[in-house]
């Protein structure tokens, strides 16, 4: 290719300017600015074009649109071409100064960039990458199957759209329960690689020496106490926990074994909500109920089941309440495009691009002389 191109130049030079000699070479300034007028092309299509470049050629030679507002001729625009009010970063000191004023702090689940960037425009004061992702992303059986590269490479995805809230991500089974060491290892992986400000680990009194160490290195820990996912089989399933005095006693414990190892905050799952209220009143940090009740210090929900992302007949823990139906409007407003499209309804001229009427008929012309080939 490149070299076809150095002999046209070579040919546009050899016949724009005349070959009798120096003192004969009186070209004119038409011809000059003719010829480097067609190199400069030239010079522009034996290297590769950037996509700025194109978009430049596009539209107007005289100025370049980078901005978010950028004019495309292609799909394949990035979602962080959308963007998000800036606001105040949340820092643990923003959450320690909520719960001591008593305001309840919200949490949300994201799994990726889509997610975390509703997430972030709605005002989430914390973003969770939760090891729920293995069953509402990967469609997985549940949370004990995902691994830490794919922990890694959602924490990265939702990082690049939350930039105000306070991130989160679960720490995967089999990462961190071996050892201390071992949890270290991994929560340094998932704030380094993942780009959260810090993790979540399951667990109450047999987890407070891995809680403490990881802390000790420096990594904002929430706790996970009643219900915790990653150990259903031992639990007997999904269950409400802290129903009976002696499980309750157990849950306060485990919540003030994992306070004292440096927890900064607490998850409280699937608990009755007097007994959550009242741990939660016996403790120093923040306590984040997703089925325990109105009396903790804040709320989480998985995203996809609070936006009712998710088909008919799907089972939903009773403390979920559906605030939206996302499945319904995709499946409509596909169901529509599946229409149209048979019924050659779309794309309208609206939808199209428009060429100059004699450029058209010039095509035709030619396509219909077979001159084209």
């Excluded at 889509?114 to 549940?142: N, Q, R």
């Amino acid at each position: 290719m490149a070299s076809t191109l150095t002999r046209s130049a070579h040919h546009i030079l050899r016949h724009s300017i005349p070959s009798h000699g120096i003192t004969h070479a009186r070209t004119t300034t038409a011809t000059v600015t003719a010829t480097a007028t067609a190199i400069r092309h030239l010079s522009l299509l034996t290297r590769p074009a950037t996509l700025t470049q194109i978009h430049t050629h596009t539209t107007s030679p005289t100025r370049r649109d980078n901005g978010p507002h950028q004019k495309r001729y292609s799909s394949h625009s990035p979602l962080s071409a959308t963007s998000v009010p800036p606001r105040k970063k949340v820092t643990l000191q923003t959450l320690r100064a909520m719960y001591k004023r008593g305001e309840p702090i919200t949490m949300l689940t994201a799994h990726d960039f889509p997610s975390g960037h509703v997430a972030e425009a709605a005002g989430m004061d914390m973003v969770l990458v939760g090891d729920s992702l293995a069953m509402v992303a990967l469609g997985m059986e549940d949370t004990s199957e995902i691994v830490m590269e794919e922990m890694l490479l959602h924490c990265r995805s939702v990082a690049r759209a939350v930039k105000g809230a306070f991130t989160v991500a679960d720490l995967p089974m089999g990462s961190y329960e071996v050892s201390p060491e071992q949890a270290v290892q991994s929560a340094i992986r998932i704030v380094k690689e993942g780009r959260v400000q810090g993790i979540k680990i399951e667990g109450g009194e047999e987890m407070a020496p891995t809680i403490k160490r990881i802390t000790q290195a420096g990594i904002p820990v929430v706790g996970h106490v009643g219900l915790t996912p990653q150990r259903q089989h031992s639990l007997g399933g999904f269950r409400v926990q802290g129903k009976s005095t002696a499980g309750a006693l157990r849950l306060l414990r485990d919540a003030q074994a994992v306070q004292e190892a440096g927890a900064f905050m607490i998850v409280v799952e699937a608990v009755p909500a007097e007994i959550a209220a009242i741990v939660t009143k016996k403790l120093r940090v923040p306590t984040i109920g997703i089925g325990a009740g109105n009396g903790c210090s804040g709320q989480v929900l998985v995203q996809i089941d609070m936006t009712g992302n998710f088909p008919p007949g799907r089972f939903l823990p009773k403390f979920v309440k559906k605030y939206a139906d996302v499945w319904g409007e995709a499946i409509r407003g596909i169901e529509q495009y599946r229409d149209e499209v048979k019924s050659r309804a779309y794309p309208s001229e609206e939808y199209t691009y428009a060429i100059p009427k004699e450029e058209l008929a010039e095509f035709e012309r030619i396509v219909e002389e077979g001159s084209d080939k």
